[in-house]
Every structure is written in structure tokens, then in C-alpha cells.
Antibody, heavy 118, light 110 residues
């Protein structure tokens, strides 16, 4: 059974860089698309972007200038970096897997709350 | 930018049927697959329907999906109190080349 687990700081200061890692267990990171999706408290889901296992990426245009997603196949992990954060970036961040770059997320991590505050 | 519109809330009695709509002002739903997710309180979303009307293994046939034109619909029959959750539709925005989600619908089983 594939399992995804997010890890990283739960508190980030404004203007700094948010960094999260998702560890994939129970399956290979190869041949899938690995995405980050976030959910501000009490609000809906927002797609951040993906990295294919080969390294190709795609980002939500609204966040593209601040986002980097990368895959480390040797560790079966992928990561998210979001720069210049503000309070508006406070959210639960989920990592997820899909077989297509067009969505259809079949496995999700449990999510991790990241708060942006000084 | 395409917006996927869902009703904020729907409700029905146990054992009844409910439908949740997902509509847009563009052609993304018409040209791409739609997925549906169930998010129980305090948990991560769970894939319910993919490729418009397919159910992943383990999802009961009480859940169904359909699509017509610029709208998609999630149907749930034999409602149970355990179905109380937020439901989201999702598709691909061909113009922006990104995944988009609907705003979500809160289902209450009275």
C-alpha cells in the first residue's frame, strides 16, 4: 500500500521560504506525477504544481514565480519550496500522487499545517 | 480563468439520493476528465470518481459520476451519516495548463 508523509516546519516567518518534503513508501516514485496541493483554513483546495519522476515540472501560474518542486528518486522523496511567504500562504499542505499530469490524485498524504507568522 | 462552480451546500435524509453539480464557463470540463474527491472532517481528500465516471477500488457503487457539456455531476444514493463531508470536483484547465478544483460542497445528511 502506497503511503505519503509530509514533513517540515510548522511555522515560517513572513518573507522566508517554506520547505516541505514528502516521503513515499510502499511503492516506487518512478512513473508517476508528484504534486503539492494546499488548503487554507476553512477554505477549498488549491493546486500548487507537480514534478514528474524524471524531473519535469508544472506549476500553477498564480504561484509559479515562487514555487519549486523537485524529486529525489534515490530517497523516494519529493519536495516543495515556496519563497517570499506571507500570511496568505498559511494552509494545510498535502502531497499527492497522480498517474496523469492532468490531475486524478489517487494517493494523498495526511497533510501538514504551515503557519506563516512572525 | 476557468472557474468550477459547485453549490456551497446540499442536504438530504438518510437513505435518500443527492446530486452535486460542478459547472464552468469554459470548455475544460467538456475537453478533459473530471475527478471527484470526498474530504471527511479533519482528513485528507479521498479520490471517489476519476475519468468522469470510474470508481477506484473500494469505492462503493452508491457513488457515481457523469458529465454533459460544461457540467459534471456526482451522485450519491443510499445516503449514510458517514457520507457527511466536503466534496470537490477537479479537472484540467487547458488554457492555463494547470489543475483546477471546484470550491467544494458540504453535504449534510439530516
Amino acid at each position: 500500500q502506497v503511503k505519503l508523509q509530509e514533513s517540515g516546519p510548522g511555522l515560517v516567518k513572513p518573507s522566508e521560504t517554506l520547505s516541505l518534503t514528502c516521503t513515499v513508501s510502499g511503492g516506487s516514485i518512478s512513473s508517476y506525477y508528484w504534486s503539492w496541493i494546499r488548503q487554507p483554513p476553512g477554505k477549498g483546495l488549491e493546486y500548487i504544481g507537480y514534478s514528474y519522476y524524471s524531473g519535469s515540472t508544472n506549476y500553477n501560474p498564480s504561484l509559479k514565480s515562487r514555487v519549486t518542486i523537485s524529486v529525489d528518486t534515490s530517497k523516494n522523496q519529493f519536495s516543495l519550496k515556496l519563497s517570499s511567504v506571507t500570511a496568505a500562504d498559511t494552509a494545510v499542505y498535502y502531497c499527492a500522487r497522480s498517474g496523469s499530469y492532468r490531475g486524478n490524485f489517487d494517493y494523498w498524504g495526511q497533510g501538514t499545517l504551515v503557519t506563516v507568522s512572525s | 480563468q476557468s472557474v468550477l462552480t459547485q453549490p456551497p451546500s446540499v442536504s438530504a435524509a438518510p437513505g435518500q439520493k443527492v446530486t452535486i453539480s460542478c459547472s464552468e464557463n469554459s470548455s475544460n470540463i467538456g475537453n478533459n476528465y473530471v475527478s471527484w474527491y470526498q474530504q471527511l472532517p479533519g482528513t485528507a481528500p479521498k479520490l471517489l470518481i476519476y475519468d468522469n465516471n470510474k470508481r477506484p477500488s473500494g469505492i462503493p457503487d452508491r457513488f457515481s459520476g457523469s458529465k454533459s457539456g460544461t457540467s459534471a455531476t456526482l451522485g450519491i444514493t443510499g445516503l449514510q451519516t458517514g457520507d457527511e463531508a466536503d466534496y470537490y470536483c477537479e479537472t484540467w484547465d487547458s488554457s492555463l495548463s494547470t489543475v483546477i478544483f471546484g470550491g467544494g460542497t458540504k453535504l449534510t445528511v439530516l
